[in-house]
């Protein structure tokens, strides 16, 4: 028994469609990394304390805040950092992004903040880095409000955001600097004097 002509067109032209599909999905999946290794929860806390050296319980409360509402992250950045502020205020630092099995990189960050927001302060920072493809992404503005900052015992985080790529820094040291400021980071491969 022959098919109508209509039948056999629909046939074949639902047979290419799912070929189309096919290769895209192929594509796809060889253009994008399925997966990206991830820092677990306990590498995490093992890494900051070692990192802090103080005040483990205090330290544990805040990072166990920023993973249960972030999960996993896929990089860190440990460095230092200091700022001032009267209104007006900027903040310069440096440290060592990680990612799970890739040479440890460089990287700078400063940037200038408006609002509520006075002291001044020396810190240490333990940046946990989430949905952040590769290094090149980092070099970007990423803006935040430190009103949103969340503290304990003299460990504070706060959340900043580029699309997304979310960083919290968690920060400890000396100096006092708090209130409310727009504010934002510019991540760069070297040092720089402009805020900016």
Same mark, same amino acid.
């Given at each position: 028994m022959k098919r109508p002509q209509s039948l056999r067109w629909t046939t074949a032209a639902a047979a290419l469609l799912l070929g189309l599909g096919i290769a895209q999905s192929r594509a796809a999946t060889t253009v994008h990394p399925t997966s990206q290794q991830t820092y677990s929860d306990d590498e995490v806390v093992d890494q900051a304390s070692k990192f802090f050296s103080t005040g483990a319980k205090d330290l544990s409360q805040v990072l166990r805040? =920023?993973?249960?509402?972030? !999960?996993?992250?896929? $990089?860190?950045?440990?460095?230092?950092? $200091?700022?001032? $502020?009267?209104?007006?205020? =900027?903040?310069? &630092?440096?440290?060592?992004?990680?990612?799970? !099995? $890739?040479?440890?990189?460089? =990287?700078?960050?400063? !940037?200038?903040?408006?609002?509520? +927001? =006075?002291?001044? /302060?020396?810190?240490?920072?333990?940046?946990?880095?989430? &949905?952040?493809?590769?290094?090149?992404?980092?070099?970007?503005?990423?803006?935040?409000? +430190?009103?949103?900052? #969340?503290?304990?015992?003299?460990?504070?985080? /706060? #959340?900043?955001?580029?699309g997304s790529i979310t960083l919290a820094p968690v920060r400890f040291?000396?100096?006092?600097?708090?209130?409310?400021?727009?504010n934002y980071l510019h991540f760069s491969e070297t040092k720089r004097i402009n805020p900016f």
């Open positions: 805040k =920023v993973l249960k509402e972030k !999960g996993d992250p896929v $990089a860190i950045i440990r460095g230092e950092e $200091a700022g001032g $502020a009267l209104a007006i205020g =900027v903040r310069y &630092g440096h440290g060592e992004l990680l990612f799970k !099995g $890739a040479p440890v990189r460089k =990287v700078y960050w400063q !940037g200038p903040s408006i609002g509520f +927001d =006075v002291g001044a /302060n020396a810190v240490k920072t333990f940046i946990l880095v989430y &949905g952040l493809p590769d290094a090149s992404h980092l070099f970007e503005r990423f803006p935040g409000v +430190d009103g949103s900052l #969340y503290f304990v015992g003299g460990f504070g985080v /706060n #959340y900043l955001q580029r040291g000396v100096g006092w600097r708090q209130g409310i400021a727009l």
